[in-house]
C-alpha cells in the first residue's frame, strides 16, 4: 500500500512538473510573442507620426512656396505702383506749380499794364479833349474877330489877346497840374510795379525753397524705395534659391514618404496578423489560466497571521512549507498556551496531540512579515479570472481585530484598491486589442438581515441596467461607472466612516457588518447590448465573536448573533457543496443568497482567514482554523 502511494505521488509529482514545464514554455513563448508585438505597436506610433510630421511638413512647404510667389508678385506690383505714382505725383506737381506761377506773374502784369495805359489813355482823352475845346474856342472866337468891325476888333483885340493868354495861361497851368498828377500817378505805378516785382522775386524763392525741399523728399522716397526694391530682389533671390532648396527636399521626402507608406502597409498586415495570433493566444492562455486555477482548487483558503507588539504574550506557532508536507500544501502548527483556560477551549480539534499542538493545513500561509502587496501576488490571478469571464469571491473571516479590513481595505495597498488598479490597467491593453471593456460597482453592507448601501448619498441616482443582467435582490443599490484609482480611494473612506461599527470588550471598534464590494465586468455587443462577462466580489465579513469573549448585551447581543448565524450558514452551505447535495441552503441568510453565484459552479473562491496569535485569542483562532480548514476540504461541484 505504502509502495502504491509513494507511486501515485511520483506520479502525481512527474505530471505537476510536466505541466509546470509546459505552463513555463507556453508563458515564455507568451511572452516573447507579447514582446514582439509591443515592440511593432510601439514602432507603428512612430511611424505614423513620421508620416504626419511628414506630411505636414510637405503641406507647410506649399503653403509657404504659395505665400512667396503671391508676396513677390504682390511686391512687384507694389513696386511698379509705387513709381508711377511718385512719378506721376511729381509731374503733375510740377506741372501745376509751374502753371500756377506762370498764370499769376502773367495776371499780375496784364493788370498793371492794363491799369497804367488806362490811366494814361484816359488823361491823353481829357488833355486832348481840352486841347480840343480850347482850339474849337479860338475858332470860334477868331470867327467871331471876323465878323467885328475893325474897330471893335482893334478895341477889343488887345482885350482879346489879353484874355486868350489868360486862358491859354490857365490851360497850361492847369495842364501842368494834370501832368504832375499824372507823373504821380505814374511814380506810384511804378512803385507798385517795383513792389511786384519784389513779390514775384519772393515767390521765385519761396518757389525754388519748397521746390528745392519736395524735390529732396522725393529723390529721399526714391532712395528708399529703390533700396527697398533691391532688399526685394535680393529676398526673391534668396526665396528662389530657398524653394529651389525646397523641391530638391520634397522630392527626397516624398520618395521617403512613399517608402514609409508602403513600409506602414507592411506593418499594417502584420499587425493584423498578429492580432489574429494574439486573439489566438489569448483564448489558449485564458484556457491554461482557467485549468492552472482549477487544478489550484475551485475553493482555495489562505491564512495570514496578524504581527503583535507583544511577542512575549503570544502562543507559539510555527509554519511548515509544502516540501515539509505530504498534501503539497503549508501547514500551520500552533501550540495552546500554558496558562490556557481549559473551561474556555473548545473541546473539538481536527489534530490534537499529546503536547498540546494543533494542524491545520492551507494553500498559502503569510507570517507576521508579509506584506499586503506580497499578498496581492497570490490572489492577482483570480482578479485575471474575473476579467476572463468566471465570477470570484473573495473574503475576509476571522475574529474581530485580526486584520480583515486592513488586508481587505487599507488604502493604497489593501486588496481591493490593488484589485482594481490591476484591472484598469488590463482593461486599457484590452482596449489596444479592440476589446472596450467597462467596469461598474456597488459598495453594500449587510447589517442584520439588512442591506445598506455604502455609496456617497451626495450621488442620488447611479446608473441602470436590465434586471436581468445583475442580482434583482440588490438593485435597489446604487451602481456607479468604475473609472479612476481616485475614485476608488475615496469610494473606501466614504464607506469606511458609513460602515456599522461599535464598541465591544474584543475590539474598540468592531465591524458589526458585513461589507460587500462588487465589480461587473461588461461589454457592449455587435447588437450595442451590455453583456456581462464576470463579477468579482471583494467582501470583508463581520467579526465573528465568542459571546463569552465579547460579554455584549442588548443591540451588540443581537448583532453578535446575527454575525454568527450568518457566518455559521456561510459553513452550512460549503459543507452542503462538499458533500454535493441536491439543495444548497443559499436562503438561510442574506449573505450566502448574495454570493450563490461565487460559491457554486465553475465560480472560484478564494477565503482568507486572519487570526491573533496573542494568548486571550488563543480560542477565536483556533475556531477560525478550524472553520477555514473545513473550506479548504471542499470540492466546487
Known amino acids: ?203 521765385n524763392v519761396k518757389y525754388n525753397t519748397e521746390t528745392k525741399t519736395k524735390l529732396q523728399d522725393v529723390e529721399k522716397a526714391l532712395e528708399s524705395l529703390n533700396s527697398d526694391i533691391q532688399n526685394l530682389q535680393d529676398e526673391e533671390i534668396e526665396l528662389n534659391y530657398k524653394l529651389s532648396t525646397l523641391n530638391d527636399s520634397k522630392e527626397e521626402e516624398c520618395n521617403k514618404l512613399l517608402k514609409l507608406q508602403e513600409e506602414t502597409r507592411q506593418l499594417s498586415k502584420e499587425t493584423i496578423s498578429y492580432n489574429l495570433m494574439i486573439k489566438e493566444e489569448e483564448q489558449y492562455r485564458r484556457f491554461l489560466h482557467n485549468q492552472l486555477q482549477e487544478m489550484k482548487g475551485n475553493i482555495r483558503v489562505f491564512c495570514r497571521i496578524k504581527p503583535e507588539k507583544n511577542i512575549d504574550n503570544t502562543f507559539k506557532h510555527e509554519i511548515q512549507s509544502m516540501m515539509e508536507t505530504s498534501d503539497l500544501k503549508e501547514s500551520l502548527v500552533i501550540s495552546e498556551p500554558e496558562n490556557h483556560n481549559p473551561n474556555n477551549r473548545l473541546t473539538a480539534s481536527p489534530t490534537k496531540k499529546t503536547n498540546k499542538q494543533f494542524s491545520f493545513s492551507f494553500d498559502k500561509i503569510f507570517d507576521e512579515s508579509s506584506t499586503n502587496g506580497e499578498i496581492f501576488e497570490e490572489i492577482s490571478q483570480l482578479v485575471q479570472s474575473s476579467l476572463d469571464g468566471f465570477n470570484v469571491c473573495i473574503f475576509t473571516y476571522g475574529q474581530t481585530g485580526s486584520g480583515k479590513t486592513y488586508t481587505m481595505s487599507n488604502l493604497n495597498d489593501g486588496l481591493i484598491p490593488r484589485s482594481m488598479k490591476l484591472m484598469f490597467e488590463r482593461i486599457k491593453i484590452l482596449k489596444s486589442l479592440n476589446k472596450d471593456y467597462q467596469l461598474y460597482g456597488q459598495f453594500f453592507e449587510i447589517y442584520g438581515e439588512k442591506i445598506n448601501d455604502l455609496i456617497d448619498d451626495s450621488i442620488n441616482k447611479g446608473i441602470e441596467f436590465p434586471n436581468k443582467l445583475f442580482d434583482s435582490e440588490i438593485n435597489n443599490i446604487k451602481m456607479i461607472k468604475l473609472e479612476s484609482t481616485n475614485q476608488i480611494d475615496e469610494l473606501l473612506e466614504h464607506s469606511t466612516s458609513k460602515r456599522s461599527t461599535a464598541f465591544t470588550m474584543a475590539n474598540d471598534a468592531s465591524s458589526r457588518s458585513h461589507s460587500i464590494f462588487r465589480v461587473y465586468i461588461t461589454t457592449i455587443n455587435e447588437n450595442n447590448e451590455t453583456l456581462l462577462i464576470g463579477t468579482l466580489n471583494l467582501v470583508d465579513l ?52 448574495i454570493l450563490k453565484d461565487s460559491l457554486g459552479g465553475d465560480s472560484k473562491t478564494l477565503m482568507f482567514v486572519n487570526i491573533s496569535c496573542l494568548n486571550s485569542h488563543f480560542n477565536e483562532s483556533l475556531s477560525s482554523l478550524r472553520f477555514a480548514s473545513k473550506v479548504n476540504n471542499t470540492v466546487l461541484k
Not at 507511486?7 to 514582446?35: E, F, G, R, W, Y
Not at 507694389?78 to 502753371?99: A, G, M, Q, V, Y
Not at 506810384?188 to 513779390?199: P, T
Not at 459553513?571 to 443559499?586: A, E, F, R, T
Open 1 to 203: 500500500m505504502a509502495s502504491i502511494i509513494q507511486t501515485v505521488t511520483t506520479n502525481t509529482k512527474m505530471q505537476m512538473d510536466d505541466i509546470s514545464k509546459l505552463k513555463n514554455d507556453k508563458m515564455n513563448d507568451l511572452s516573447n510573442l507579447n514582446s514582439e508585438i509591443w515592440k511593432i505597436q510601439t514602432k507603428i506610433p512612430d511611424i505614423e507620426l513620421k508620416l504626419e510630421k511628414l506630411n505636414l511638413k510637405l503641406s507647410n512647404v506649399k503653403s509657404n512656396f504659395q505665400i512667396l510667389e503671391c508676396k513677390i508678385k504682390n511686391l512687384s506690383f507694389i513696386k511698379t505702383d509705387k513709381l508711377n505714382s511718385i512719378n506721376k505725383s511729381f509731374e503733375t506737381f510740377k506741372k501745376n506749380l509751374n502753371t500756377s506761377f506762370d498764370e499769376k506773374v502773367t495776371k499780375l502784369a496784364q493788370f498793371y499794364d492794363e491799369k497804367v495805359t488806362n490811366i494814361i489813355n484816359e488823361k491823353n482823352d481829357k488833355f486832348k479833349k481840352i486841347e480840343d475845346e480850347l482850339l474849337k474856342e479860338i475858332e470860334t472866337l477868331q470867327s467871331s474877330i471876323n465878323d467885328y468891325s475893325d474897330k471893335i476888333l482893334n478895341e477889343s483885340k488887345e482885350t482879346i489877346k489879353s484874355d486868350i493868354k489868360l486862358e491859354i495861361s490857365k490851360s497850361i497851368e492847369k495842364h501842368k497840374e494834370n501832368m504832375i498828377k499824372m507823373n504821380d500817378n505814374i511814380l506810384s505805378f511804378n512803385n507798385d510795379i517795383v513792389k511786384l516785382e519784389k513779390n514775384i522775386e519772393d515767390l
Open 542 to 593: 463581520a467579526g465573528s465573536e465568542r459571546l463569552s469573549q465579547s460579554q455584549v448585551t442588548g443591540i451588540r447581543l443581537k448583532e453578535t448573533l446575527a454575525i454568527n448565524k450568518s457566518l455559521s450558514s456561510l459553513g452550512d452551505v460549503i459543507l452542503n457543496l462538499k458533500s454535493k447535495s441536491s439543495h444548497i441552503p443559499y436562503r438561510n441568510s442574506k449573505l450566502t443568497y
